[in-house]
């Protein structure tokens, strides 16, 4: 069974920082791209970045800048690293893992970031 664990959330200042990290186990199949999203309260899950297992990077605008994500594709594991956090910023952080092949992804429980101004 597959299981997507994140960890790394907190509260933090504006201005702060935070680590995220999220490993993706138990799968048949390769791991390719790996990546994190968000969602606040009322709004849609958003993708915040992501990266393959080749290490190209994608990431939305509003994060540009700020939050860099990496990988440790032996441990498929990814992180994310947020600096100068803004209240914005607060949200479920959620990991997804979408394995070469089957047209289906994994998706962790989230961990709560939450900025205050």
């Known amino acids: 069974q597959v299981q997507v664990v994140e960890s790394g959330g907190g509260l933090v200042q504006a201005g702060g920082s935070l680590r995220l990290s999220c490993a993706a186990s138990?799968?048949?199949?390769?791991?390719?791209?790996m990546g994190w999203y968000r969602q606040a309260p009322g709004k849609q899950r958003e993708l915040v970045a992501s990266?393959?297992?080749?290490?190209?990077?994608n990431y939305a605008d509003s994060v540009k800048g700020r939050f860099t994500i990496s990988r440790d594709n032996a441990k498929n594991t990814v992180y994310l690293q947020m600096n100068s956090l803004k209240p914005e910023d607060t949200a479920g952080y959620y990991c997804?893992?979408?394995?070469?092949?089957?047209?289906?992804?994994?998706w962790g429980q989230g961990t709560q970031v939450t900025v205050s101004s």
């Open positions: 990266i393959t297992s080749g290490g190209s990077t």
């Open positions: 997804r893992a979408d394995p070469l092949g089957p047209p289906y992804v994994f």
């Open positions: 138990g799968s048949l199949f390769k791991i390719n791209a």
